[in-house]
């Protein structure tokens, strides 16, 4: 039959299936062979309504078949369920076929269970085939992610990529290739995978933080080599009950799509931590973004875009709440929007009840609602989202936190009462504030709430204000910045009234000001000398600076049409046609640097009408050449030359070359690039125009210096040996003076401002190994770019230069900008107003900076050499971005701290953190001593400075996920010989974010001081540091019953009078001074209360909560506290108790007093096991509370806590350590007595008992 060869051709177009497909054209060969052979036996008839029946049948697999061989390759994998389940139901209805006509098929006909299952296989098989041929090939992706496919479809070929990557026989390069696909289709998509328990797909790569928000900890994480973001909720107990509740939530959140929040994708687990799976973000750091831009960010557009995002949560059934908006919380996104980071989060932290999860307090006041802070019932709603959401518009638009002028004290009863901050006057203030903004703030700050408006009413309120905005003001200041030698480099600042619209001219004939019409005009009307003519120069190397190529052509071709239109003789239009072209030749020739686009050129062509009338040959010869010139620029706009990508090579230090041949090579390279800049190139450097080399002639100098600069600095702070380094500082000195002497003070400035800056001139130990006269020749260079007096030093000494002289570039575009920044256009766009006169001073200006080009072939001549190419190329590998100055930032601070610990303790540098590598001689460096333990006095302390043993060759870590973790380290379990018997060993770990590393080791260094004066038989012993996998560790005994919370849940009778007299007679030691400055805590609490083996406290955690500061603002510095705000005395939160308004947690005696409220605080808790304040979910309530003259515990606890020994006499110590005033606290040697002699008195009783 014909239909088999048609349902053959069908087939073999299917592309999924194969061995169905094959399965079922066998029982169609034996059925239209079982009715062949039945046809010699019927009837005509008969056998003509057999073979019609089969027929039919097989045309309608036929058209399904050729329906499924139309489908693309992906369509058919998504649609491959559907195609096998309707190949399997064709067989039967084969079989159907076959029974109804009385066909003999033979037995098997029907697919038995092991056929089916065998089919499953090969089926299954070839489709994992096609994924992995489908996850290999972008296009194909593409075309699953921007074609018509549904939103169910993208989700079961993400689940099909997410159940091959857990089958065991997935190999690790097929798990790369199919881990890339999924992350390409969720990025493309939007849409979160299926399986939201990404272990597989995604690792945490590193301890280091990414950011931190008010309530989460955000760590970077890796999938399949692409970079991610992983986010844990700051302490949160991960019990079963939490991880489900979280794990719920997540879920939820995970469909929520929207540019303006950040997404998340699922979770994994991490140790003890569910970290929820984000994209990362190019910058979390909402300060380095709204201040690292040029031009500065659109302001209103970045709340707008932030409002877009909560209205969206808002829409959400039912609402998903923020509850808390802070700079911290936002970030931005690798196509520059802003998102919101925290949401959703906050709402199930309060139900779970996480401690401190505001670790800024009180500076999170200044965001909260009233409502939210005057109740402890209170809930999250979305006006409480409004009224936090405006508080964070007013920051970005003013560029001060909210509440910024007043005290703390102040700022609670404010806060309390709902009183909204005052309008801030700031000159950015003054730009982004307006009426009708901070008119829609006040509306979002109604202390009712429900009278504050929904979230979709204030985004269109933002529209409709920023579509009234109209800023057609030109400018763009300069920030001159001495550090690291780099300037940004100034457009030019058009400001004026220009109100004249005709064009001026002076006696003399020069033109002061007239409209771009105008002058376009003035230009047309004689071209014939335009090569000469200084107002074309002027107006050609200028014109970009007040309209655009594109506009300037509109009024060209208005003014020809005129003209032409007017003109009585063809002479005339003769004339007129010339002109226009000698304007464009004119045009082309002065602005060659940034070729017009296509649109532009081609109009040019175009304009001139040579059809319209008998044009002369010469017209007509002229507008040819005028194209062909056209045709051979425009190649270079459409192929701009390529930039040659080289692999870096090695950095150019000493390697044997002597200061003279590398200052030589600068002086060329950057004598190359000084000459070959433009006039137009400093009029019109900032507009993103391609010249010659790919960018503007003045951008490229600049960078470039910048370039020298950088690599001096990575030069020096990436030398790991303290010798070194003074010897490439020493050599960089001698290479700046070789650089002064060949007059090329670009290079010059670049060496030694940056060898001046904060970055070097910090470290100490490297300055004391440089002669004392090289030292005083850097002086004497650094002298010439003091910035006194218009860096009159600089001009003085650079024009004293006879010779050739290439100059420190960022000085003369400070004139540039503060000689002409009074040039201005008027606000019309269309047809400005021009202050001619001041564009031509401009363009003089420039040609006398600009200066001889032949100086150029005295440094061709004499300073070219084969270093020149290879410096070249390797200064262009040089990164210069934001990224790479904070990285040499954190090398300097780390560099700092290290030589410090290296010479009061003799510590080897590369101990302090793994990057900082050891820069004293190994065999010069004093060994470690060691620290012994007891004397003859049970409290005395050795003579500092005190050694410390170094124990890295004894400790070994015996696994790798951290036992416990606090607000700021990781403790991990540990083994080695101490006093010679193995023990095990709490192995102590600084944990903090990236962007803090220099903070980390300052913070090591004071506690590692701090812990080290201490001996006393209730305070944990400090055996050393140790080193264990380029990780500096603090070693400590292992208390194997945790801390004293911990320890009480696990044994409800043990006598916690004598845990707390213990903590007591510790604590007193430390405030007694007795062998040492008296020493405050900081940090009471159970947490850091250790029990050891034998039941005893230990106290632990020596001012580590208050070394490490936090990050509380985008534009300005709030004082911020560490450790808990439960637990915190009145006089450290209000200023009028001496809080940070007055004093701060170092000043004795009142923080020795903060100890004993804390203490106060720590009675209650070893009772009650139960937080200070536990009926208020917040810390802002608490801080609020505190400011109210509120107790931590507001009455005596129930019958429980006196089950387990609490008594009258504890609750009346416990009030007179909560004493408002100070100075009315008790002293810790009090307290201890009392708790001593009451744990004897009642030792007593039960003896006697």
């Excluded at 033979?106 to 489709?127: K, M, N, V």
């Excluded at 955000?218 to 991960?238: H, Q, R, Y």
């Excluded at 003091?786 to 570039?809: C, E, M, V, W």
Aim: glycine share 6%.
């Amino acid at each position: 039959m014909k239909l088999v060869g048609d349902l053959i051709s069908a087939l073999e177009r299917v592309k999924i299936h194969d061995a169905s497909c094959e399965e079922i054209l066998r029982r169609c060969q034996r059925l239209v062979g079982s009715l062949e052979d039945a046809a010699l036996h019927m009837e005509p008839d008969e056998a003509l309504e057999a073979n019609q029946v089969l027929s039919a049948s097989l045309s309608v697999m036929i058209r399904r078949f050729n329906e499924w061989g139309n489908l693309t390759l992906v369509e058919s994998f998504i649609r491959r369920a559907e195609i096998q389940t309707a190949v399997r139901s064709m067989i039967d209805d084969l079989l159907s076929t076959a029974d109804r006509l009385q066909l003999t098929v033979g037995p098997g006909f029907r697919l038995s269970e092991a056929e089916i299952t065998h089919l499953d296989i090969q089926d299954a098989l070839q489709s994992q085939g096609i994924l992995r041929y489908i996850a290999g090939r972008n296009e194909e992706l593409k075309v699953l992610a921007e074609g018509t496919f549904t939103p169910s479809d993208c989700q079961n070929f993400a689940l099909a990529l997410q159940k091959h990557l857990r089958t065991e026989d997935t190999f690790r390069g097929e798990r790369q290739k199919i881990g890339n696909a999924l992350w390409k289709l969720m990025t493309w998509t939007k849409f979160a995978p299926p399986i939201p328990r990404l272990d597989v797909e995604v690792r945490r790569n590193q301890t280091d933080y990414l950011w931190e928000t008010d309530y989460t900890d955000i760590f970077p994480g890796d999938w399949c080599g692409n970079p991610v973001s992983l986010t844990a909720i700051k302490s949160l107990e991960m019990s079963v009950k939490n991880r489900l509740e979280l794990e719920a939530r997540i879920d939820r959140l995970k469909r929520l799509r929207h540019n303006n929040i950040k997404a998340i994708w699922g979770y994994i687990y991490y140790e003890d931590l569910t970290l929820m799976v984000g994209p990362n973000m190019k910058h979390w750091d909402l300060a380095t973004y709204l201040n690292s831009y040029d031009p500065p960010v659109d302001r209103l557009n970045l709340i707008l875009n932030i409002g877009l995002g909560l209205d969206y949560l808002h829409r959400q059934s039912p609402p998903v709440l923020v509850g808390l908006f802070t700079p911290l919380g936002i970030s931005i996104s690798e196509k520059g929007k802003p998102c919101i980071t925290d949401y959703g989060i906050l709402s199930l932290v309060l139900q779970l009840g996480a401690d401190d999860i505001f670790m800024d307090t009180p500076y999170n006041f200044r965001y909260l609602a009233p409502e939210l802070i005057s109740s402890a019932q209170s809930e999250l709603t979305r006006p409480s989202d409004v009224y936090s959401f405006a508080l964070l518009c007013l920051e970005i638009l003013s560029g001060s936190p909210p509440y910024h002028d007043i005290s703390d004290e102040q700022l609670i009863s404010h806060v309390r009462i709902g009183v909204p901050p005052d309008r801030a006057t700031s000159d950015l203030a003054g730009r982004w504030l307006s009426d009708d903004v901070w008119d829609l703030l006040l509306s979002c700050w109604s202390f009712d709430p429900t009278s504050r408006p929904e979230m979709a009413s204030v985004v269109n309120t933002l529209r409709l204000i920023q579509r009234s905005r109209t800023d057609t003001t030109i400018s763009l200041t300069i920030r001159p910045n001495r550090r690291m030698s780099s300037y940004s480099t100034p457009s030019l600042m058009l400001e004026s009234d220009v109100t004249n619209r005709h064009l001026q001219v002076a006696p003399s004939g020069e033109i002061i000001s007239g409209t771009l019409s105008g002058l376009v005009a003035k230009i047309m009307s004689d071209s014939s000398g335009l090569a000469v003519d200084p107002v074309a120069n002027t107006f050609f190397y200028t014109f970009r600076a007040y309209t655009t190529a594109g506009a300037l052509m509109n009024i060209v071709e208005a003014v020809f049409h005129q003209q032409f239109s007017s003109a009585k003789t063809v002479e005339d239009r003769i004339a007129i046609c010339f002109n226009l072209l000698n304007f464009f030749e004119a045009w082309l020739k002065r602005d060659r640097s940034y070729i017009p686009s296509p649109a532009v050129t081609e109009r040019m062509k175009s304009l001139v009408p040579i059809d319209s009338f008998n044009a002369p040959p010469t017209l007509v010869d002229k507008v040819a050449i005028l194209i062909h010139m056209i045709d051979e620029w425009f190649g270079m706009w459409v192929s701009p030359p390529s930039v040659t990508v080289v692999e870096r090579p090695e950095r150019f230090m000493l390697g044997g070359k002597s200061p003279k041949t590398i200052a030589q090579a600068l002086a060329y390279i950057q004598s190359d690039l000084f000459y070959d800049i433009l006039p137009p190139d400093f009029v019109q450097w900032s507009n993103n125009f391609l010249s010659r080399s790919g960018r503007n002639g003045v951008a490229i100098f600049m960078t470039r210096s910048n370039q020298i600069g950088h690599w001096v600095l990575r030069s020096v702070l990436e030398a790991n040996d303290l010798r070194r380094r003074a010897e490439i500082v020493e050599f960089f000195i001698h290479t700046a003076k070789e650089c002064k002497d060949l007059g090329d003070y670009s290079s010059l400035g670049s060496i030694v401002t940056n060898l001046r800056s904060s970055y070097i001139n910090c470290l100490t130990l490297t300055w004391k190994c440089i002669p004392s006269k090289v030292k005083e020749l850097l002086l004497q260079m650094d002298s010439i770019f003091d910035p006194a007096r218009n860096f009159s030093a600089y001009r003085k000494s650079f024009h004293q230069l006879t010779g050739p002289r290439i100059p420190f570039l960022g000085v003369h575009l400070l004139d540039i900008k503060m000689l002409f920044g009074v040039a201005s256009t008027s606000s019309d766009g269309i047809n400005p107003v021009v202050p001619f006169a001041k564009y031509q001073n401009l363009y003089r200006h420039i040609l006398k900076l600009i200066m001889d080009p032949t100086h150029y072939d005295y440094y061709d001549g004499s300073c070219r050499t084969d270093l020149c190419g290879p410096l070249a190329e390797a200064l262009k590998q040089v990164d210069v971005s934001d990224i790479s100055l904070k990285d040499l930032q954190k090398r300097s601070a780390n560099l700092v701290t290290a030589e410090k610990l290296s010479a009061r303790h003799k510590i080897k540098l590369d101990r302090i953190w793994p990057d900082v590598k050891n820069s004293v001689d190994d065999s010069r460096s004093p060994s470690f001593e060691r620290l012994e333990h007891g004397s003859d006095n049970e409290y005395s302390l050795k003579q500092l400075p005190q050694p410390v043993q170094d124990l890295s060759k004894q400790i070994v870590k015996l696994q790798e996920v951290s036992i416990a973790r606090g607000g700021f380290c990781e403790v991990y379990l540990g083994e080695g010989t101490i006093n010679g018997q193995v023990e095990r060993v709490a192995m102590k770990l600084l944990r903090v974010s990236s962007k803090e590393r220099s903070k980390v080791a300052r913070a090591f260094y004071r506690e590692v001081e701090h812990w080290v004066r201490v001996r006393h038989p209730y305070v944990l012993p400090f055996y050393g540091i140790s080193e264990v996998e380029g990780r500096l560790f603090m070693i400590s005994p292992w208390a194997e019953h945790g801390n004293a919370l911990q320890y009480l849940q696990a044994h409800p009778n043990a006598n916690r009078r004598k845990l707390l007299w213990q903590t007591s007679d510790a604590l007193k030691y430390l405030h007694s001074g007795m062998d040492m400055p008296p020493m405050v805590h900081g940090d009471i609490k159970a947490e850091n209360i250790l029990i050891s083996n034998s039941g005893d406290a230990m106290l632990a955690d020596f001012g580590l909560a208050r070394l490490i500061d936090k990050i509380a603002t985008i534009t300005a510095t709030t004082t911020t506290f560490a450790g808990s705000a439960r637990f915190m005395s009145p006089e450290l939160i209000i200023p009028d108790q001496g809080g940070p308004g007055t004093g701060t947690l170092d000043d004795a005696p009142r923080t020795l007093q903060a100890d004993v409220y804390a203490f106060g605080c720590l009675i209650l808790q070893l009772f009650t096991e139960e937080r200070p304040f536990n009926h208020l979910p917040l810390d802002p309530m608490v801080i609020l509370a505190i400011a109210r003259m509120e107790k931590p515990y507001a009455q005596s606890p129930g019958r429980e806590a006196f089950s387990r020994g609490f008594d009258e006499d504890l609750w009346a110590l416990s009030n007179k350590c909560w004493a408002f005033d100070a100075d009315q606290r008790p002293k810790m040697s009090v307290v201890s007595e009392q708790l001593r002699q009451a744990m004897y008195r009642l030792q007593r009783i039960n003896i006697i008992i």
